[in-house]
């Protein structure tokens, strides 16, 4: 994604673009809904309008457009992994039991279905962490506007100042033979 974008973060909409073009480990289209565009657009409203690609928050969202390609990007410190071994020796299902939970599975699988189609989304978290330092492309959405709120109060400034000026020199004014208004002489040391 990042090479076809060309950078690092990128806007919501070319994101889907690229992403809509792709197929999941079976071949099969991505179907990506409102709720997940959605989403993806939250992400982008957190970074001031850009996604960083290399963040918690876009790889959770990867995750739920292709379920098996992505892991699930747990929070830094929350899981570990730990290899089969370290359960004992009865880490592996014996045929029996795969047996009897695809049997129990295959026939209960409106109510599955049912069940799994509230539970998406239920694991999202909104806590981001950034893998890369984003400070030059992302801006946070209280940073936006300084520079509009920096020239508005410098416009302010010398409005009073250039308006304080002509206060001054018409009060210390005097006129000359011919009416023209002079200013009073100041010696500075």
């Avoid at 071994?85 to 049997?103: D, K, L, P």
């Avoid at 920096?150 to 409005?159: D, K, N, T, V």
Wanted: hydrophobic content about 40%; glycine content about 8%.
């Amino acid at each position: 994604i990042e090479n076809a974008i060309g950078g690092p973060v990128a806007k919501p909409d070319a994101v889907v673009g690229l992403v809509r073009n792709m197929t999941s480990f079976n071949d099969d289209n991505v179907k990506l809904d409102a709720a997940l565009k959605a989403q993806l657009h939250r992400i982008a409203e957190t970074h001031g309008g850009k996604v960083p690609l290399h963040g918690r928050l876009f790889a959770q969202w990867l995750h739920y457009v292709f379920p098996r390609e992505c892991p699930f990007p747990h929070k830094a410190g929350t899981a570990i992994s730990m290899s089969p071994n370290e359960y004992g020796e009865s880490y592996m299902a014996s045929e029996n039991e795969v047996e009897s939970h695809a049997a129990s599975r295959n026939s209960s699988f409106t109510a599955i279905h049912e069940i799994e189609s509230e539970q998406w989304m239920s694991q999202w978290s909104e806590d981001e962490e950034l893998q890369a330092d984003y400070s030059l492309q992302l801006q946070a959405p209280w940073e936006r506007s300084h520079g509009s709120t920096l020239l508005g109060a410098s416009m302010l400034i010398l409005l009073f100042a250039g308006a304080g000026a002509f206060t001054v020199a018409g009060k210390g004014a005097t006129k000359s033979q011919h009416g023209a208004s002079l200013l009073p002489k100041a010696h500075f040391v």
